[in-house]
């Protein structure tokens, strides 16, 4: 689980916070669904970082994530896979979910593991995270991530 009321603010690409003067949210019956489902629909990549705090790969969701309500709000679940061979070598220590970003010009379509300067932020990136993990990425194995970002009150 991840409770952003404890990160840094969510914004909209066009700078936008959630808790802009004069943006009102009164009018909408479930305002925390209505977060949640614009979140959901956000381009959204996994961050792998080693120990020095360098990005090592960003890798985009497997499927679409799903919105599940429950009694504290609603969660987004992120499914994410690397490939074998992805980072072979790399130590991930830290993870983190980045919004805002899609590939850079020369990028091949459909990767899903990108080197850094393989993704662009036009708009800034919004980054929750990091958070801790402690994995030594492997040539013949495959890590799979479910990530819960819990949308609440």
């Not at 590939?103 to 300067?117: E, I």
């Not at 990091?130 to 495959?142: A, E, G, S, Y």
Request: aromatic share 10%; hydrophobic share 40%.
């Amino acid at each position: 689980g991840l409770d952003v009321t404890s990160g840094q603010p969510v914004t909209w690409a066009h700078g936008l916070t959630w808790d802009t003067p004069t943006l009102s949210w009164a009018e909408v019956g479930d305002a925390v669904a209505v977060i949640s489902a614009a979140i959901s629909r956000l381009p959204a990549y996994l961050v792998l970082i080693d120990e020095d705090g360098d990005d090592i790969a960003l890798i985009k969701c497997l499927t679409l994530p799903k919105v599940v309500s429950s009694a504290e709000g609603y969660s987004i679940v992120y499914d994410i896979r690397t490939g074998f061979g992805d980072g072979a070598g790399s130590k991930c220590r830290f993870v983190a979910l980045s919004f805002g970003g899609r590939n850079a010009p020369n990028t091949k379509p459909f990767q899903r593991y990108l080197v850094p300067s393989e993704v662009e932020f036009p708009n800034g990136e919004q980054r929750l995270g990091p958070f801790p993990v402690n994995l030594d990425l492997k040539k013949t194995i495959r890590e799979f991530f479910t990530v819960s970002l819990l949308i609440g009150e």
